[in-house]
């Protein structure tokens, strides 16, 4: 997919920067709002649009201080409106403009579904070429902590079924600058879901631009041997997750390679491919239901690539097959967590 919009030429992704002691620490919020700032600088034609996002500084503080650098005509708070407000980023990205979309939850976008799953994905294919949506929608995904059903909706399912679009889900701050960067810069539509839970994490990110490439996975934990080891593959918050289960694992000497895909679509399956010829072994994390989620597609295409390596039949790790429940307890036990996941890689080595 390529829009005929003429954008300029993305920077070289083969060295991007990574995380060094001495860099200052930011928060995932804060690192969110230098990407959006840096390429707003960069660029005349981004703009943001979304409820709050101005004279309040977005529901959760993101666009903090953007209104008074940008102004009211690039920082732009809407109605609560979802269909009109994504209505209107699609002539204006058709007509050249850049803009960013913020849902205050990935679940109110569901108001919108017209707009961002019936012309958004399809606007280039359907026009011939002619009329290109680089649009970001960007806004929290899953569950908030206690929001109740109708505000934890896990969207990853739902849209990346859809072709003509790409989906970023960072787990940590650095991830979230990069990724917000290059989405900001793509010329197909970009999904970019964060997690509410994560917008206080803290960690090291660069002063300078970097930019981190779509469809390229990184490995957060490298299993210390072959023996006994399975991979855990995930993304977004359940990231962190697996690693706590590798550590417990590891103390009983069992060893696993972590991978966070970072985007979805693209799914960088030939890294997961080249973790499980190692470890014969593999559990797929997805805080989305099991139902034709994300964790499905992934097993099914590992069975279709390396069927013959593995040792063990692929296993998934999803939120239960419930709606969201309100209560902490009843929504810890809804949600992967280490527990589940160390119990499915005890399974895999039965």
Sequence with gaps: MVSTLNLPALPDFEKPLPPREGDRVIQFREALREAMSEEMR???????LGEEVAQYNGAYKVSQGMLEEFGPQRIIDSPISENGFAGLAVGAAMYGLKPIIEFMSWSFSLVAADQILNN?????????????????????????GQLGSTHSWCVEGLYSNVPGMKIAIPSNPYDAKGLLKTAIRELDPVFFLESERMLGDKAHVPEEEYYIPFGKARLVREAASETKSCTLVSFGRPVHFCVEAAEELAKDGIECDVLD????????????????????????????????????????????????WLDYQPVR?????????YAKNLEYAYLPNKEKIAAAVRKTLA
């Design 261 to 308: 895909m970072r985007t979805i679509r693209p799914l960088d399956i030939d890294s997961i491919i080249a973790s499980v010829q190692k470890t014969g072994r593999v559990v797929v994390v997805d805080q989305s239901w099991p139902f034709a989620s994300v964790a499905s597609e992934v097993v099914t295409q590992i069975c279709e690539r390396c069927f013959d």
């Design 120 to 144: 958004v994905p399809k606007m280039l294919y359907m026009s011939g070429g002619q009329w290109g949506c680089p649009i970001v929608f960007r806004g929290n995904d899953g569950a908030g």
């Design 42 to 48: 960069r660029d005349p034609r981004v703009f943001l």
């Design 317 to 325: 790790v999803n939120t239960e097959d419930v709606p969201t429940p």
